[in-house]
C-alpha cells in the first residue's frame, strides 16, 4: 500500500500551461512537503505545512501555488509553465516538522515542459 | 559556494568493498545530519540521522560528523551490488528545514 503518492508520474506539456499535481498520504502524518530537484539532482525544498498551515515557503516563483485541502493532501498548481519548470517534483510527508523525523518521499512527477 | 558541497561521483566498488561517501558545509549553524538513499527513479529514503558531532553505526552504515572541520562522512562496510543509488546528505540549522547535497552516485560490482 503506497505511503505517499503523487499524480501524474510524468507530465509532458507547452510552455505557458497551467497545470496541477496531487499527493496524497496515508501515513496518518501532519507535515507535508513540495521539493523540487533539478537535472544536477539538488534537491531543493519549496514549501512546507503543518496541520493544513504553510510553515516553510522558500523563494519560488508566485506561478507555484501549494493548496492543502486537509492533512493527508498537498497539491501544486503551476501557472504559465516555463522551460525552467521542467525538473521532478517530490511531494514527502512527516510526523511533525522538525528534520529528525524521517520525511517519507513519493516517486516524484517528472514535469518536462516543450 | 554551494552551502553543501558533494562529489557527484560516480563511485564504482567492487561488491564487498567499504565505501566512503562525503559532504562539506559553510554553514556552520548546522547541527542536524542526514544521509538519504535514491534509487533510479524513486523518492529518497531516510538512511541515518546524527545530531550535532560523532558517530552513529547502524548495521552496515556509519554517519560521522566532524563539526570542526565541517566535514560529515558515510560509510557502508561489506557493500552489495543492492546498495547501487544515489546518496544524498542533508542538514538543518533551525531543525525545520533540510539542506541537500547534489548526491553522489554509487556503483556496487558484483
Known amino acids: 500500500d503506497t505511503a505517499v503518492s503523487q499524480t501524474p508520474k510524468y507530465l509532458v506539456t507547452q510552455m505557458g500551461n497551467d497545470k496541477s499535481i496531487k499527493c496524497e498520504q496515508n501515513?496518518?502524518?501532519?507535515?507535508m512537503y513540495w521539493y523540487k530537484q533539478d537535472s544536477k539532482k539538488f534537491l531543493k525544498i519549496m514549501f512546507s505545512?503543518?496541520?493544513?498551515?504553510?510553515?516553510i515557503n522558500e523563494t519560488v516563483p508566485n506561478r507555484f501555488s501549494p493548496k492543502s485541502p486537509d492533512k493527508a493532501h498537498l497539491n501544486l498548481h503551476i501557472n504559465s509553465l516555463e522551460l525552467g519548470d521542467s525538473a521532478v517534483y517530490f511531494c514527502?510527508?512527516?510526523?511533525?516538522?522538525?528534520?529528525?523525523?524521517?520525511?517519507?518521499f513519493g516517486d516524484g512527477t517528472r514535469l518536462s515542459i516543450l | 559556494q554551494k552551502e553543501v558541497e558533494q562529489d557527484p561521483g560516480p563511485l564504482s566498488v567492487p561488491e564487498g568493498a567499504i565505501v566512503s561517501l562525503n559532504c562539506t558545509y559553510s554553514?556552520?549553524?548546522?547541527?542536524?545530519f542526514m544521509w538519504y538513499r535514491q534509487y533510479s527513479r524513486k523518492g529518497p529514503e531516510l538512511l541515518m540521522y546524527?545530531?550535532?558531532?560523532g558517530n552513529k553505526e547502524d548495521g552496515r552504515f556509519t554517519a560521522q560528523v566532524d563539526k570542526s572541520s565541517k566535514y560529515i562522512s558515510l560509510f557502508i562496510r561489506d557493500s552489495q551490488p543492492s546498495d547501487s543509488a544515489t546518496y544524498l546528505c542533508?542538514?538543518?540549522?533551525?531543525?525545520?528545514?533540510?539542506?541537500f547535497g547534489a548526491g553522489t552516485i554509487l556503483r556496487v560490482k558484483s
Open positions: 514527502a510527508s512527516s510526523q511533525g516538522s522538525q528534520v529528525h523525523q524521517p520525511q517519507h
Open positions: 501515513l496518518g502524518h501532519d507535515t
Open positions: 505545512y503543518n496541520n493544513k498551515e504553510l510553515i
Open positions: 554553514n556552520s549553524a548546522f547541527q542536524y
Open positions: 546524527t545530531y550535532s558531532s
Open positions: 542533508a542538514m538543518s540549522a533551525s531543525g525545520n528545514k533540510l539542506v
